[in-house]
């Protein structure tokens, strides 16, 4: 699976964004898929993700502000960001997982984003 990532970029506080990433597999067979981040020296987190069970995840950091979405025409995720932080600086991966006979977890190239005045 190939995942391939756009949008990023610098933003100021308060700002919008929004990323994209699209899948080289058809998402009806990716059993999860969203966004993780990594900030500076600190651990990659989940962000945000449509999960096996057919529901999202978000982050308590991002609840209310970020808005994950799916076109699965496109075979595409995105995250609409808004009142960006200054600690949602860091780079975003774009993830899925597939099941076959065991997980397999794919990563896109990941793009910075930039918080800041």
């Known amino acids: 699976v190939q995942l391939q990532a756009s949008g990023g970029g610098l933003v100021q506080p308060g700002g919008s964004m929004n990323l994209s990433c699209s899948s080289s597999?058809?998402?009806?067979?990716?059993?999860?898929m969203g966004w993780y981040r990594q900030a500076p020296e600190k651990q990659r987190e989940l962000v945000a993700g449509?999960?096996?069970?057919?529901?999202?995840d978000y982050s308590d950091s991002v609840k209310g502000r970020f808005t994950i979405s799916r076109d699965y025409a496109k075979n595409t995720i995105s995250l609409a960001m808004e009142n960006l932080k200054p600690e949602d600086t860091g780079i975003y991966y774009c993830?899925?997982?597939?099941?076959?006979?065991?997980?397999?977890?794919?990563w896109g190239q990941g793009t910075l984003v930039t918080v800041s005045s």
């Open positions: 449509f999960n096996r069970y057919g529901t999202i």
């Open positions: 597999r058809n998402m009806y067979t990716i059993n999860e």
């Open positions: 993830h899925a997982q597939v099941q076959v006979m065991r997980t397999w977890d794919y």
